[in-house]
């Protein structure tokens, strides 16, 4: 089964590189899509210059400043012609992987690939659709900001209220699908509403869930993280839009 590992970028320029080295270092057969998002600092132009070497025949390159080799095989670079958020580049993202599995990894170091083989068994066992990779299971984590974690729990059991699912971490990155769930669901949302949007539709779609730990390094606002309170309101009216409403 071939795994199609779909990365939105936006502004990750002092991350991606690394992001990139640590997904091609896993050993499963994969495609990976890294769909650019109009990025300003630098990370759109370092995407280019690798497609550009992967167009003129070049299987891998240097990168770091020379510290490391990054392969460009199986690799397929999408630029957005401006910033439409993560959901709307996440779309881009299904609607070209050819892969039977489609996982979902952020540019930003928070989450570590190494953790595909726990994310990937229960569906190369046969007992999932979807996975669902938890901050709150027991792995390993960097200790992050309070009210993050205190949002992120009240707005995963808001949705677990709307939805009759048990999850623990509705909002993490780290989401697993069988090719035909993405397939037969049609996503709206452009920004950081993905998240409930995503998990409104799966419970509908009574597709087999699980849940499994992961590591988790949070980011501190001083190292590039993006998302604030107003992310929390739009995820809440979310979680009532297309659970309520849609």
């Known amino acids: ?4 590992v ?5 502004n990750e320029r002092a991350y991606i ?8 270092a896993v050993d499963i057969e994969k495609e990976v899509l890294v769909i650019d998002d109009g990025s300003t600092d630098g990370t759109r132009e370092l995407l280019k210059e690798l497609e550009k070497a992967q167009a003129a025949g070049q299987t891998e390159v240097t990168i770091t400043n020379g510290r490391a080799s990054l392969s460009l095989e199986h690799t397929c670079f999408i630029f957005q012609d401006r910033n439409r958020g993560k959901g709307a580049a996440l779309r881009r993202g299904f609607d070209l992987a050819t892969g039977d599995i489609i996982l979902v990894q952020d540019a930003d170091l928070e989450y570590d690939p190494r953790d595909y083989g726990k994310l990937l ?4 066992d046969g007992r999932a659709d979807v996975v669902y990779g938890s901050r709150f299971l027991g792995g390993p984590q960097r200790v992050h900001y309070f009210w993050h974690y205190a949002g992120n729990k009240f707005l995963t059991l ?5 939805t009759n699912m048990k999850l623990s971490d509705m909002e993490t990155c780290y989401k697993v699908f069988r090719r035909e769930v993405v397939r037969d669901i049609r996503f709206r949302s452009d920004r950081f509403g993905f998240e409930p949007e995503c998990t409104a539709k799966i419970a509908r779609g009574n597709w087999r869930v699980y849940e499994v730990p992961i ?12 998302i604030t309170w ?6 809440l009216w ?9």
């Open 158 to 162: 808001l949705s677990d209220m709307l």
């Open 215 to 226: 590591s988790y390094a949070g980011r501190t606002y001083a190292e590039g993280k993006k």
């Open 230 to 235: 107003r992310d929390g309101l739009v995820t």
């Open 6 to 10: 779909v990365i939105p970028v936006y």
């Open 17 to 24: 590189e690394e992001v990139l080295l640590r997904v091609q």
């Open 238 to 246: 979310c979680i009532l839009r297309y659970n309520l409403f849609d």
């Open 1 to 4: 089964m071939i795994v199609s």
């Open 121 to 124: 068994e229960p569906i190369f």
